[in-house]
């Protein structure tokens, strides 16, 4: 099949190089000429692990394409995908002008009947918009329907290629089957294609993030009951999560959740709610949790000092991305962080493995980057763990200590056994326990 992805960031790029993977021809397309230019020149810009290797293959199998030029991609593809930002309103609800504009522009262009899918993650009602813009600039026929994603940046091939599910959504039964064909290979194991209407297909992306963000700020919630009690919500964690009821993901204690989904995504819900006259109760102290949780853990580290300055203190910090195994720092819980202690007077030296090209982009010379965990520990005051990536969970714990002026670690993400790091002469900070 024939498929033009417009919008190259985190979920076009991927979905267009897993189509490619699956033998469609599919054309990549986005308006940032560095992005496209660099790409046709080698340069993949973001971090996406397997992304590189499957992309240069389906490029070099002649399956991939990229330009800036919508008219040729709208041309060449029966299925055109809208996956550009959807980035918050300053009043909270989702920005659709980036969808707008590319509706505008495909309708400007089509020459032949098309299948125009919105794949960004729009509020109910969008996609219908998206379908009235395009009228207003063609004649010719065509179909819209809308596909949420659902992946997860770290893992966002895997879960391109064997999702838990498809969601489409539309108006006429000849276009589902269309897209079902699409998808037909990424489903062999019987997971199911849900073809649905297209409001409830809309609606499915928002509520999945509201129910996983709420999950997530119940757990904190908890985890700071848990500090006030003696309990452990490590322990809680694995008393509830074998419950199939309940289930084992998205239980864990931590600094709350970023990224550039789950923030805007609640709260734009909301917003959609109050404009339609309804409160979402339970999603407004969800993102208050939420903000809570961050605050929560950043006076752990000023209560330690005793007061509100941390004049002449330098700390080391460990992962800037919002989560491991990605480069994606928008709304990441580092951010937060290095903003109240800088607030406060102190200096920040941070490692991450891949997300520090990224971050000296918002946060410039701000902060120093240090180029390994251990040089990022080196002469700092205290170690704050922000990330749970992997290549921290079993660093040398004696090597850490000498590097250290004071041996004290703030976890934000309960990466270390508690009782363990007291025996090894830390004062240990964490979360929940
Ligand atoms: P992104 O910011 O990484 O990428 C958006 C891309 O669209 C950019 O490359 C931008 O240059 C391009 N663009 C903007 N206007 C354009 C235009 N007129 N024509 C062509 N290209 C244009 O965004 P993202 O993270 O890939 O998210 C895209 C959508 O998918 C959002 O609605 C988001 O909520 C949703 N989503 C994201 C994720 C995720 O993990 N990132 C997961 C599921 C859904």
């Known amino acids: 099949m024939r498929v033009g992805v417009i919008g190259t960031g985190y979920v076009g790029l991927v979905t267009g190089v897993c189509f490619a993977e699956m033998g469609n021809d599919v054309t990549l397309m986005d308006i940032d000429e560095t992005k496209i230019a660099g790409l046709i020149g080698g340069k993949v810009p973001i971090y996406e692990p397997g992304l590189e290797q499957m992309l240069w293959r389906n490029v070099t199998e002649k399956r991939l394409h990229f330009t800036t030029d919508l008219e040729a991609t709208v041309d060449r593809s029966l299925i055109n995908f809208i996956a550009v930002g959807t980035p918050p309103c300053n009043d909270g609800c989702a920005d659709l002008s980036q969808v707008f504009s590319v509706a505008r522009e495909v309708g400007r262009v089509m020459k032949t009947y098309k299948i125009i899918v919105t794949k960004s993650t729009v509020p109910v009602g969008t996609t219908e918009k998206v379908r009235a813009i395009i009228a207003e600039q063609t004649n010719c026929q065509f179909d819209v329907a809308s596909n949420p994603e659902f992946l997860k940046e770290g893992n966002a091939i895997e879960d391109c290629m064997k999702p838990d599910r498809v969601v489409v959504g539309v108006n006429d039964v000849r276009v589902g089957e269309i897209i079902k064909e699409l998808y037909s290979s990424f489903v062999r194991t019987g997971k199911p294609i849900l073809v649905m209407d297209i409001p409830s297909s809309e609606m499915t992306k928002y509520a999945a993030n509201g129910l996983l963000a709420t999950k997530i700020s119940f757990v904190n919630e908890l985890a700071r009951l848990c500090e006030r009690m003696g309990a452990d919500i490590e322990m809680v964690r694995s008393g509830i999560g074998t419950d199939p009821r309940i289930g084992p993901h998205f239980l864990f204690a931590g600094l709350g959740y970023g990224g550039s989904c789950f923030p805007k995504d609640v709260e734009a819900l909301t917003q959609t709610a109050r404009e339609n006259g309804m409160e979402l109760g339970i999603l407004e102290s969800v993102q208050r949790a939420n903000q809570f949780q961050r605050e929560h853990f950043i006076n752990k580290i000023v209560d330690h000092y005793g007061g509100n300055s941390l004049h002449n203190k330098l700390f080391a910090l460990w992962g800037l991305s919002f989560k491991p195994r990605t480069d994606d720092i928008r709304e990441a819980p580092s951010l937060d962080v290095i903003r109240a202690l800088r607030s406060r007077g102190a200096r920040i030296r941070a490692f991450d493995p891949v997300a520090m090209e990224k971050a000296s982009e918002i946060l410039g010379d701000s902060i120093e980057y240090a180029p390994g965990n251990y040089e990022c520990v080196d002469g700092a005051d205290a170690l704050i763990i922000v990330t749970e ?45």
Do not use: Q
């Not at 363990?420 to 929940?432: H, K, N, P, Q």
């Open 389 to 433: 990536w992997n290549e921290f969970r079993h660093p040398d714990f004696d090597k850490i200590r000498e590097l250290l002026v004071e041996p004290v670690i703030f976890d934000g993400r309960n990466i270390y056994n508690r009782s363990r790091m007291l025996e090894r002469g830390f004062t240990y900070y964490s979360i929940g326990r």
